[in-house]
């Protein structure tokens, strides 16, 4: 759905964005992550036709940005960081507006509806934007985005500012526009990206530095693998046993005890899976495996160590 190729944004002998390529396909959400002047809202502002590139291309629907403008934006809803709100409009005169700037062939009356009901703004459709909470005025942005169904949808920091019960809102809206949506979302906000996310793409110094699903991003950094293995057995013959495991490197018995059973952290191998091995070595001495997890940095570790890896930091 969504193709970026070898795109570059210079100013000068400056790059904001230095030959980047990645693919969104239909129905992903994506985190777009990078430090402050990464090239991030370059990238973004290009994709959704605000900025010109020096070279490359940008595609939304097969269709080139720079070519072909006002059809590649009839494909983007675009939610930036302040949402472009005419705050003495009411909701529905807002909407309604948005709908004639954006051309919409869609049933007004129904579409606007459908719209309002999506992002549960349906209660205040009559008020003020300026009399609205930070939280409905957030929703209101998303609306916008929405009207006239493009495929894709950006969203620029859509929570900050936010309290935690309006972001578990926003959050479970994202997640719910995934479904019939492609998503690109960008935040400062790594647990939001964890937990709304297929995939993540990290950018720094205007360069690609990862790209991974996000339950192998921490492969990107990690050289082995870990679990915490909890058995019903005794300590020392399990941790034997588990020593005895190839592609295990070691064990460490944690003295974490939970009624008859004790908890060992195994490291394995890069690339080696040992979560088949352990089963069935524990079972061989019928010792019960009573809990099994895999162990591994958080997303905001990754994250920094990614960015420090690109520059040369240790």
């Given at each position: 759905m969504i193709e970026i190729n070898h795109l570059v944004k210079n100013y000068g002998s400056k790059f904001a964005v230095d030959d980047i390529s990645?693919?969104?396909?239909?129905?992903?959400?994506?985190?777009?992550?990078?430090?402050?002047?990464?090239?991030?809202?370059?990238?973004?502002?290009?994709?959704?036709?605000y900025l010109s590139s020096t070279s490359g291309e940008a595609k939304v629907g097969g269709i080139d940005i720079l070519e072909n403008p006002d059809e590649a934006k009839k494909l983007i809803g675009f939610l930036p960081e302040q949402p472009p709100l005419y705050i003495d409009m009411t909701v529905n005169e807002y909407l309604n507006f948005v709908y004639e700037i954006k051309g919409c062939r869609l049933n007004r009356e129904k579409h606007l509806e459908e719209v309002r009901k999506v992002t549960k703004i349906e209660d205040v459709k009559n008020r003020?934007?300026?009399?609205?909470?930070?939280?409905?005025?957030?929703?209101?942005?998303?609306?916008?985005?929405?009207?006239?169904?493009?495929?894709?949808?950006i969203f620029d920091e859509p929570t900050v500012g936010l309290d935690p019960k309006q972001i578990i809102e926003i959050r479970n809206l994202i997640r719910s526009l995934g479904k019939n949506h492609t998503v690109i979302l960008s935040t400062h906000i790594l647990s939001e990206v964890q937990s709304v996310c297929d995939?993540?793409?990290?950018?720094?110094?205007?360069?690609?530095?990862?790209?991974?699903?996000?339950?192998?991003?921490?492969?990107?950094?990690?050289?082995?693998?870990?679990y915490a293995v909890k058995v019903a057995g005794p300590q020392r013959e399990v941790a034997a046993a588990l020593r005895q495991i190839p592609g295990v490197l070691s064990v460490e018995i944690t003295g974490e005890r939970e009624l008859d059973s004790y908890v060992y952290r195994v490291e394995a191998e890069k690339g080696v899976d040992v979560r088949k091995p352990v089963f069935w070595a524990m079972a061989e001495n019928n010792w019960p495996?009573?809990?099994?997890?895999?162990?591994?940095?958080?997303?905001?570790?990754?994250?920094?160590?990614?960015?420090?890896?690109?520059?040369?930091?240790?």
């Open positions: 990645f693919r969104v396909g239909e129905g992903e959400i994506v985190g777009f992550l990078g430090p402050n002047g990464a090239g991030k809202s370059t990238t973004m502002n290009i994709l959704t036709g003020l934007i300026r009399n609205l909470s930070k939280g409905y005025r957030q929703r209101v942005g998303i609306a916008q985005a929405l009207v006239g169904n493009p495929p894709v949808i995939r993540i793409v990290i950018i720094n110094e205007g360069k690609i530095i990862a790209d991974e699903r996000t339950e192998n991003i921490t492969q990107v950094v990690e050289d082995n693998r870990r495996i009573t809990g099994l997890e895999t162990l591994g940095m958080n997303l905001e570790e990754v994250f920094t160590k990614i960015v420090d890896r690109s520059e040369g930091k240790k």
